[in-house]
C-alpha cells in the first residue's frame, strides 16, 4: 500500500471519529444531554485533532523522501538523503540508516564506510546501533578481516547479538579462519533463538566447514544435526520456512544473504 494511501485512510479515520464525536450525542441524546455531553468528550476531540494535524505536517514534510521509496529510486533517494545528512551536517538516526541501507542497495560499500567516519566524529552511537549495516559493507568491498574485526569488538552486544556472531563467523569463513567461523556456528546452531540464523549456521557446518575441518567434521556433523532439529521443531515445513525468509527480507543484512538463506533451505528439508 503507498504510503499517500495510507496518509489519506488516516485522515479519513480520524475525520470520522471528530464527527461521530460532534453529531452522535445530538441525534441521541437531544439539545439537552449533548452538550453536557460534548463538554465531557471535548479533549478526546482535541487529542484527535492535534494527531491529525501532526500526521499531516510529518507527512508533507516527508512526502519527497515517501515518493522515491514507493519508486524505488534509489539513485534520487541517496542524492535526497545525502542532502538531508551530510550537506546539513545532522545525522538523524532515522535517515542515517537508511541512507547505509541504500548505500548497501547500490552496492556501493565505499559510500557506507564513508558514512561511518563522518558518524565516528558526529554521531559514534548511530556506528553501534546499525553495526550490522557497517560491517556488511566491510564484507561487500571484500575486506574480510576487516569484517571479522568489526564484528569481533561487537560480539557481546546485546542488540542483534545473534546475527553479529553469525556475521562474525561467516566473515571469517570468507577470510579463511575457517575454525572460528566453525566456532561460532557451533554456538549458534545449539543456543540461537532466530531459525534463519539456526539453519544458516547449520547448512556452512554440514558444508564448507565440514570439508574444511576434518580434524572437527563429527564435531560439525553432530552440530548441523542439532541445528536442522531445532529449526524444523519451530518450522515444520518448506512452507514455513520460506514464510520467515519473506517476513525479514526487510532488513538489509537478511536480503544481501538471501542465495545462502536458498540453500540452507534447500539443505534443511532435503
Known amino acids: 500500500m503507498k504510503f499517500r494511501t495510507v496518509f489519506i485512510l488516516f485522515n479519513m479515520i480520524i475525520l470520522f471519529f471528530l464527527v461521530f464525536i460532534a453529531l452522535t450525542p445530538y441525534f441521541l441524546l437531544g439539545n439537552g444531554f449533548s452538550l453536557y455531553f460534548l463538554r ?8 484527535l485533532l492535534v494527531i491529525l494535524v501532526g500526521l ?17 529510486d534509489w539513485p534520487a533517494l541517496v542524492q535526497f538523503l545525502e542532502g538531508r545528512v551530510i550537506t546539513r551536517g545532522r545525522y538523524p538516526a532515522r535517515l542515517v540508516k537508511l541512507l547505509a541501507n541504500s548505500y548497501l542497495v ?45 564484528f569481533s569488538r561487537r560480539l557481546d552486544s546485546a542488540k542483534q547479538g545473534d ?36 539453519g544458516l549456521s547449520g547448512y556452512f557446518l554440514s558444508g564448507a566447514l565440514k570439508k574444511s575441518l576434518p580434524s572437527r567434521a563429527t564435531e560439525c556433523i553432530q552440530a548441523a544435526k542439532t541445528a536442522r ?40 528439508y532435503a
Open 106 to 150: 547500490l552496492s556501493d560499500p565505499a559510500s557506507v564506510l564513508e558514512l561511518e567516519n563522518r558518524l565516528s566524529v558526529a554521531k559514534p552511537a548511530l556506528i553501534e546501533e546499525n553495526s550490522l549495516i557497517f560491517g556488511i559493507a566491510r564484507i561487500l568491498g571484500k575486506d574480510h578481516a576487516g569484517a571479522a574485526a568489526f
Open 40 to 47: 465531557s468528550v471535548w479533549p478526546l476531540a482535541v487529542l
Open 56 to 72: 499531516d505536517i510529518f507527512y508533507l514534510a516527508n512526502r519527497r523522501l515517501y515518493a522515491l521509496l514507493e519508486k524505488e
Open 163 to 198: 546475527w553479529i556472531r553469525f556475521y562474525h563467523g561467516f566473515a571469517a569463513l570468507l577470510d579463511g579462519d575457517f575454525g572460528a567461523a566453525a566456532n561460532d556456528c557451533v554456538v549458534l546452531a545449539s543456543e540461537s533463538r532466530i531459525p534463519l540464523v539456526i
Open 229 to 268: 532439529e531445532r529449526v524444523k521443531k519451530s518450522l515444520p515445513g518448506k512452507k514455513d520456512w520460506n514464510r520467515e525468509v519473506s517476513r525479514s527480507l526487510g532488513e538489509i543484512y537478511v536480503a544481501v544473504i538471501s542465495k545462502y538463506i536458498g540453500g540452507a533451505g534447500t539443505w534443511l
